[in-house]
């Protein structure tokens, strides 16, 4: 017979080969403290973007990626799928819309802490950006945000950007 399945207890195989409930994971986590000695990254589809880059970033690539899924504009979920494509053996996606206690639709787990995965994020932004000004008509923007970007410190933005994020209560801290 059947064990019935307690919603929220499906348990997720973490990329190191431990497993994590669902019932542990909430919409607030960045990082799972892991039974195998390593944090790993918590990203679900209800966080923004802007956990990564600013606002202002997140409008630019809004306006300019053109989705092709039933997401509708570009997000979170885009986000992950690039790093997905990047590192798929250190990356867990998981689609958890039917399991109705957990607040998410889409679940990913990295391999590496937050703060790796946000750097990791960045960079591959940046090549997503630089990408996409190379098929620009116009040669000078192309030209300033190739000589803006050997300025740019990816790790230097990442620490910057973590420690002066607005928050939304007392309790929230750097992702």
Known sequence: MATP?????????????ESVSL???DMG???YACSCGERH??????????????????????????????FGEFGTPHVMGVVL????EEVVAEDVSDDGT?????????????RRLHVIVVELLVELMDHA????EDDTAATEFEEQMLEFDVEAFVDDYRTAREFESEHDRPA
Do not use: K, Q
């Not at 494509?85 to 798929?88: A, D, K, R």
């Not at 957990?102 to 937050?114: C, E, I, K, Q």
């Not at 000004?133 to 620009?136: F, L, V």
């Open 102 to 114: 957990v607040g998410y639709s889409m679940l990913w787990l990295t391999d590496f802490d937050s």
């Open 5 to 17: 399945r307690v919603p929220g207890d499906e348990e997720i195989e973490l990329p190191c080969g």
């Open 133 to 136: 000004i190379s098929h620009a």
């Open 29 to 31: 986590m960045r990082e």
């Open 41 to 70: 990254a918590v990203v679900m589809d209800v966080h923004p973007p802007s956990r990564f880059v600013p606002e202002a970033i997140v409008e630019v690539l809004r306006e300019t990626v053109e989705t092709e899924d039933d």
């Open 85 to 88: 494509e990047e590192f798929p």
């Open 23 to 25: 019932a542990e994971l």
